[in-house]
């Protein structure tokens, strides 16, 4: 009778010999891990060290697993993690995988010299940049607190938070930046020479209008030149100087240039002073020349032959700090549904019947025309 296999064949028994010597392998090198990290976790969780210690192991097999599956070939993280490359590449070894190239550098730290984590304070945006404001800091660091009590409860107030900010002019901006549409209401809903307008004027204002920002030591004026325009201040200041001389300085919510545009005679349309921007200013300048070139803003883009009505639909949304937002427009075509004549003129055989018109709804006037 012949003597039982001792155990495990021979090919096998090599193999679970490397799969024991691995595990403990592993289990040795995780100690570093294991004495950093998983005494808190473990506590949390109520898992013993030994079951940690595993799960670390668990981990190390995934993100093996993992890479291999989507075939990554070279790795480049913290040296932080130089401590689990050696046991990723041995259980790339055992699992008969080719181990990507690995690459290690140093930690992105704090001003202060902290680690970056996950579990820490995220880096204060006026710690890594200069010129933020308090109100935008308290503003981004509530936005990404780690504690889902500590940040914005919902997107309106976040929406608000941000409208504040704009409203406030907390926001750092390019130095000629287009001015916003919203940015726009908001300047001349402060100025008092526009205390007397409703929102629809405002708006209009806001629409027709020429706004531009003006960089410091810019000339709106030089003495000798013609009167052709006149500029209302909505931010910054300028500088008004004769013959080399200071005499006066125009802030926000006042007008220069408008007694030489408005001159009886063209003699008297001329500029007697300089006028230099003094601190980055925007201005708004709106003319009868400006309607008359036939280019004005229509649906947000300058556009010629515009004439002087065109169809539009606009939503805007009023913040409790006065801010205006606009938030959906639509413009030609996509109001014909809320044309009631134009829906019950598509159920008939020959539908609109416009073909022959100068321009589609000539036949529409206002009540008092017919």
């Known amino acids: 009778m012949s003597p039982l296999p001792d155990g495990l064949p021979l090919p096998r028994r090599r193999w679970a010999f490397a799969t024991v010597v691995l595990g403990i392998t592993l289990a040795v090198l995780d100690g570093s891990v294991a004495n950093v990290a998983l005494p808190t976790i473990a506590t949390e969780f109520q898992a013993s060290p030994s079951m940690s210690i595993w799960i670390v192991n668990a981990y190390q097999l995934a993100v093996v697993v993992d890479d291999a599956a989507m075939k990554v070939t070279r790795v480049v993280r913290g040296d932080d993690l130089l401590s689990s490359t050696p046991r990723q590449i041995a259980l790339y070894r055992a699992l008969?995988?080719?181990?990507?190239?690995?690459?290690?550098?140093?930690?992105?730290?704090?001003?202060?010299?902290?680690?970056l984590a996950k579990r820490t304070r995220p880096a204060s945006l006026a710690e890594l940049r200069t010129g933020v404001s308090?109100?935008?800091?308290?503003?981004?660091?509530?936005?990404?607190?780690?504690?889902?009590?500590?940040?914005?409860?919902?997107?309106?107030?976040?929406?608000?938070?941000?409208?504040?900010?704009?409203?406030?002019?907390?926001?750092?901006?390019?130095?000629?930046?287009?001015?916003?549409?919203?940015?726009?209401?908001?300047?001349?809903?402060?100025?008092?020479?526009?205390?007397?307008?409703?929102?629809?004027?405002?708006?209009?204002?806001?629409?027709?209008?020429?706004?531009?920002?003006?960089?410091?030591?810019?000339?709106?004026?030089?003495?000798?030149?013609?009167?052709?325009?006149?500029?209302?201040?909505?931010?910054?200041?300028v500088d008004v100087f004769r013959d080399g001389q200071r005499v006066a300085q125009l802030g926000a919510g006042t007008s220069v240039g408008e007694m030489v545009y408005l001159a009886p005679s063209a003699d008297l349309r001329v500029h007697g002073t300089d006028v230099v921007v003094s601190e980055q200013a925007t201005t708004v300048s709106f003319t009868p020349e400006t309607i008359a070139s036939g280019e004005m803003t229509y649906n947000y883009a300058q556009t010629k032959d515009v004439g002087p009505e065109r169809p539009g639909v606009s939503v805007f949304a009023k913040q409790p700090d006065g801010s205006v937002f606009h938030t959906y427009s639509t413009y030609g075509r996509g109001i014909d549904g809320l044309n009631p004549a134009y829906q019950l003129l598509d159920l008939l055989p020959k539908g609109r019947d416009e073909a022959s018109l100068p321009y589609p709804m000539t036949w529409v006037k206002r009540h008092d025309e017919y």
């Open 96 to 115: 008969d995988l080719e181990p990507p190239a690995f690459g290690h550098v140093p930690l992105v730290l704090s001003p202060g010299g902290v680690r």
């Open 134 to 237: 308090a109100a935008l800091d308290t503003v981004i660091m509530t936005a990404l607190s780690k504690r889902a009590d500590e940040r914005y409860e919902n997107w309106d107030a976040f929406g608000q938070a941000l409208s504040a900010l704009v409203a406030g002019n907390e926001v750092p901006r390019g130095q000629l930046q287009g001015v916003l549409d919203s940015e726009r209401f908001n300047l001349l809903r402060s100025l008092d020479f526009f205390s007397g307008f409703g929102d629809v004027e405002l708006w209009e204002v806001v629409h027709r209008a020429l706004w531009q920002r003006h960089a410091f030591g810019a000339a709106l004026y030089r003495k000798g030149q013609a009167g052709g325009s006149f500029h209302i201040i909505a931010a910054g200041s």
